[in-house]
């Protein structure tokens, strides 16, 4: 039997300063911090031997990544990284304080962007430095493939497709397999996992360092889920 451990990264220190962070590569907040050694100590309060870990590009959940195996004492498990995991791509609002945007724009188009499922926040220029075209960590990928802008619905494509190439075969190998990513990116896999629908995806409640469980059954079929607490 495969087990999935999905654990959103603790608060960051664009977090904690109320911006948009997005791809933006902003590390642990203190407060972060000790919300993945909390996420650590209940892994390893409950016994779970990770096989092999995957997160994104971004370093903060990276960070909980390695916060979580050093605490757990399992170091020596091999962690892969995809741009895939990567938290939603928030346009030309990254590094935008949210109460600022939310007053430019109003709230029906505040909410409808954020909370919404398939409208995009406005696109980021290909001359914005702050592109990812820019960013070294994605020399070797194709500048068309990058995202300018991303709606949850967008994200959900890409986080979904790697979980079924390159997560799912190792939960048919019956490992146990630790995810360290974002607020959005687990949200769009938890949706697909749980057969959630288009409306009820933006409402649900991925919360920090809180490590969600997945159990499957030898033919891949779900049989239960639950959260560490």
Known sequence: MGNLILVRHGQSVWNAKNLFTGWTNVDLAKEGIEEAKKAAHLIHQNYLNIDICFSSYLKRAIRTQWIILEISEQMHVDCLYSWKLNERHYGDWQGKNKDQVLTEVGEDTYWAIRRGFDIPPPTMSLDDKRHPQYDKNYKNLNP???????????????????FYTDILPQLANDKT???????????????????????????????TGTPFIYEFDAMLNLTGHHKLE
């Open 177 to 207: 397999v630790l995810v360290t990513a974002h607020g959005n990116s687990l949200r769009a896999l938890i949706a697909n996992l749980e057969h959630s629908t288009d409306s009820e995806v933006p409402h649900i409640d991925v919360p």
């Open 144 to 162: 068309l493939i990058l995202p300018s802008t991303e709606s949850l619905k967008d994200t959900q494509v890409r986080v979904v497709n790697y």
